[in-house]
Structures are given as C-alpha cells and as structure tokens.
C-alpha cells in the first residue's frame, strides 16, 4: 500500500513538473458587442456583465476568482490619484499618464489579513474614439497581475 501511494505522489508530481514547462501562446479573444480583442493563453471564459456593457473574462492564469472586466465608458471618471489609492491601503501604486488623451495604467498591491498580497490592474485607453475601461479583480500572484496587465495592454479594435 506504501508503494501505490509513493507511486501515486511521483505521477502527481511528474504531471506537474510537465504542466509547469508547458507554456501555451496567447491567442486573440474576440469581445464582439465592444468590437475588441485581447490577447490571452489558455482556456478563457467569457460571460456578459450583469450591469453595463462590457464582459467578465475568467482565465486560470488569473488563478482562484479573480476576473477581466472590459467595457467601453459612456462618462469616465478621472482616476484615482495615487495619494487617495494609499490612503485607501494599496501600495506598490503606479499611476501612469499613458499621454494620449487621457488614457491611464494604474497598477496597486492591497495586503489582506487573510489572503495576503493581492495584485490590480486598471487601465482606461481610447481605442478607435471609445473609451475603454479593462481592470482586474484582486489576482494573487505577481505573475497572474502581469497576465492581467498584458490582456488589457493588448486590446485592440477587431479586424
């Protein structure tokens, strides 16, 4: 029985040391009723947003709940400033003027009591004259936020 169950642990762990090398490319994710695509690996799953007109985008890369959320704003507020994002908790704040007409990159950390670390991404770019809003929800690791962070950098208008 010792033997089954140490055979069992090494396929277990020989099936992961294989996933882990595996990487898939990044495909186009198209995002019809915004007339966008994004750039995502893996199985990705796509629901409308219950409110506005945008969608949540699940991916496993974003590990555990966390989500994309893409729309396209009617009235967009001006972002946060890092001053009030710190204020709020978050550090690791980087507010970027991405200099074209008021397109945004704000990236933040909030520690949580029983989580830890938790990673966001906002982004409001103008693409083909809409202003498009792509954020994150709380993502867990440094690597899921980059994930994050290279979808909503790569919207673009579908073609």
Same mark, same amino acid.
């Given at each position: 029985m010792i033997a089954v169950k140490h055979a069992l642990v090494f396929l277990a762990v020989?099936?992961? +040391? =294989?996933? /882990?090398q595996h %990487?898939?490319? /990044? @495909? &186009? *994710?198209?995002? &019809? =009723?915004?007339?966008?695509?994004l750039d995502l690996a893996g199985k990705t799953a796509i629901n409308d947003e219950s409110y506005g007109n945008g969608y949540e985008i699940r991916n496993p890369a974003f590990g555990g709940g966390a989500a994309?959320? *893409? /729309?396209?704003?009617?009235?967009?507020?001006?972002?946060?400033? =890092?001053?009030?994002?710190? /204020?709020?908790?978050?550090?690791?704040? *980087? *507010? %970027? $003027?991405?200099? +074209?007409?008021? $397109?945004?990159?704000?990236? +933040?950390? @909030? #520690? $949580?009591?029983?989580?830890? #670390? =938790?990673?966001?991404?906002?982004?409001?770019r103008t693409i083909d004259g809409k202003i498009v809003n792509c954020r994150s929800t709380a993502v867990l690791t440094a690597a899921a936020h980059q994930t994050a962070l290279a979808a909503c950098s790569s919207l673009r208008t579908t073609r």
């Open positions: 020989l099936g992961c +040391s =294989k996933s /882990a %990487t898939e490319t /990044a @495909r &186009p *994710v198209a995002l &019809p =009723k915004l007339g966008l695509t994309l959320h *893409v /729309a396209v704003l009617q009235n967009p507020e001006p972002p946060e400033t =890092k001053q009030e994002l710190e /204020a709020a908790g978050f550090t690791n704040v *980087v *507010v %970027t $003027d991405q200099g +074209s007409g008021g $397109d945004w990159l704000i990236t +933040s950390e @909030r #520690a $949580d009591m029983t989580m830890g #670390a =938790k990673f966001f991404v906002i982004t409001l």
